[in-house]
């Protein structure tokens, strides 16, 4: 139900304003039962998975992926990662009846690392984090139309370690950890070699070329699911238009063998 907002003039309002962006946010969690709220998670709804396989959640938030994931794989168990602790503490609350394990951790070579988040007040802005204070500050121009001007942009340090070994196979991976994608996928190569799981990926123009070069010299060709059809990237013939076409919102892709 919330995707239907998407792309409208209501989500253009809340993405001008971040007021409206806290508040709509703690909107979408008071109404998590609805989840997903972004259409090419439908994707899942029907895409079978061996029921005792694991579901990995890379970069978790306050649980809008693992919560989505429950509710299409309730058998499954996930194991999500959020290193921030301001939103580790809303995972918490949100996942605390489901069958869902939480680290509050990243996934990461260094013991610590500073991310940047941009704050209004004393309110932070939990989905938006980078190491790259730059970059950061170019993807909330790019999916939001908030003045970058008007925004703090505070400097916290955050625990990260190894990918933990995982007994049973791992049939997905969810990575969205705001431009250091690549870095993950090279830090679990191995992992994805053995297990070859379905990898579900925010799409990051800086870093999209390289994520998709690594992927496809394991054998992976990456995906777009739009109005229920999987379409195949490669045979787009300008990929710039297709994320062009999709402004201000962002996309997941979809990697599978």
Do not use: C
């Not at 069958?99 to 004393?122: A, T």
């Not at 505070?154 to 070994?165: A, D, G, I, T, Y």
């Not at 800086?206 to 992976?220: A, I, P, R």
Request: without cysteine; proline residues 2%.
């Amino acid at each position: 139900m919330l995707r239907y907002f998407r792309s409208s003039l209501l989500e253009k309002l809340i993405k001008s304003d971040v007021k409206f962006l806290l508040i709509s946010d703690r909107i979408i969690e008071k109404f998590k039962f609805l989840l997903p709220y972004e259409e090419d998670w439908y994707f899942f709804k029907n895409h079978k998975i061996s029921k005792s396989s694991t579901i990995i959640d890379i970069g978790a938030h306050w649980g809008e992926s693992a919560i989505t994931f429950s509710k299409f794989y309730p058998n499954n168990k996930i194991i999500s990662f959020e290193p921030n602790i301001f939103a580790f503490q809303r995972l918490k609350k949100n996942t605390k009846n489901l069958k869902i394990k939480i680290f509050n951790y990243g996934i990461g070579k260094k013991k610590f690392s500073n991310l940047y988040f941009p704050y209004y007040k004393n309110y932070q802005l939990s989905l938006w984090g980078s190491q790259n204070l730059k970059k950061l500050k170019k993807r909330i121009e790019n999916y939001t139309y908030l003045n970058n001007k008007k925004l703090k942009y505070r400097k916290l340090k955050f625990f990260f370690k190894n990918f933990p070994h995982i007994n049973n196979k791992i049939s997905i991976i969810k990575i969205d950890v705001e431009g250091e994608e690549l870095n993950v996928i090279k830090m679990i190569k191995n992992v994805i070699k053995k297990n070859k799981p379905l990898l579900f990926i925010e799409h990051n123009v800086s870093n999209f070329d390289q994520v998709n070069l690594v992927l496809k010299k394991l054998g992976y060709k990456s995906y777009y699911f739009d109005k229920n059809n999987l379409n195949e990237i490669s045979k787009i013939t300008n990929i710039k238009n297709l994320f062009s076409l999709k402004k201000k919102r962002t996309i997941n892709i979809i990697f599978k063998i």
